[in-house]
């Protein structure tokens, strides 16, 4: 569980660079690791993941860090959905990320269907993505999201 969370945290763990196996460009090898490494460590994978959504430059980590938060189905301390506003908006002005997008408006919902509901960064950042410089689906991907939190019966019809 170790070596797969020094794999999918390559570029944002500094601590041990006794790996020799050159990761970085390697996205795909560093998502399986990701994968793995949730799998595997459930709430131990956390930390890991903020870190690379905080530092990781690959923009691909990124949504798969996104997307294993998701997998966790927590935000302990709800932090997860202030970095994901960030995230967002870093996006939409660095030139918008489409899987990212995805990935956040999954995030929330998982947050808001096993918190109850979603904090304040969490409602601005289904609104940014709604209206922001994304495709048409990931836009009305939020629209729906935001329809279905704001109307639960919604979901059922």
Partial sequence: VYLLGQVAGY??????RSIRFPFEGY???RETACHLYTDLGALEAFPLLVTIL??????????????????????????????????CTQDAERGPDDRLALETVAALET??????????AGIRTLLAVSRGPYTPA???RARDVIRNLSNPDSEKE
């Fill in 111 to 120: 947050y808001a269907h096993y918190h109850g509901a979603l904090t304040a």
């Fill in 54 to 87: 905080r530092q990781d430059p690959d923009p691909t980590m990124k949504a798969v860090a996104v997307g294993c938060l998701t997998r966790l189905q927590s935000d302990p301390d709800r932090s997860a959905e202030e970095l994901l506003e960030r995230l």
């Fill in 27 to 29: 996205s795909d090898i």
């Fill in 11 to 16: 570029a944002v763990l500094k601590e041990d």
């Fill in 138 to 140: 990931v836009r009305a």
